[in-house]
């Protein structure tokens, strides 16, 4: 994972929890988990659609992670995806 892609994760979850306390939502700090990367395989299926697509659009999500030519995919950064649509 590169210098990039983790500082990415690191201002998704600040933002989360930022929004969480101004909501009155905030929830008690858990150990946090490593994140998962997916293939775009894995990516296709929870989003049912094709791998080529997913090749296409990775440019542009926000959970793309690359490490040289090799493409992954951040869980935890698709379910927030997700879950913001």
Known sequence: MNLDALLEQLADLIADRV????????????????????????????????TRLVYARARTWPFTVRDGR??????SGLDRWLANR
Do not use: T, Y
């Open 19 to 50: 929004a969480a306390r101004l909501n009155g939502k905030a929830q008690p700090l858990a150990p946090a988990e490593p994140d998962r990367l997916l293939s775009a395989a894995e990516v296709a299926a929870r989003i049912h659609c094709s």
């Open 70 to 75: 090799l493409v992954r995919f951040s869980a």
